[in-house]
């Protein structure tokens, strides 16, 4: 669902898409880890 949504705004910002996916797993992680 969100992959396909930043696989057409990649090629606007590249790095800011990687970044915000590192965001959203890190938060997904503190998550499962009850933090």
């Keep these: 669902?969100?992959?396909s949504?930043?696989?057409k705004k990649k090629?606007?910002?590249k790095k800011r898409k990687?970044?915000?996916i590192n965001?959203?797993?890190n938060l997904f992680?503190?998550?499962k880890q009850g933090v």
Excluded: E
């Design 18 to 20: 990687k970044h915000l």
């Design 11 to 13: 090629r606007i910002k």
């Design 29 to 31: 992680f503190n998550k």
């Design 23 to 25: 965001f959203l797993k």
């Design 1 to 3: 669902l969100f992959y």
């Design 5 to 7: 949504f930043f696989s």
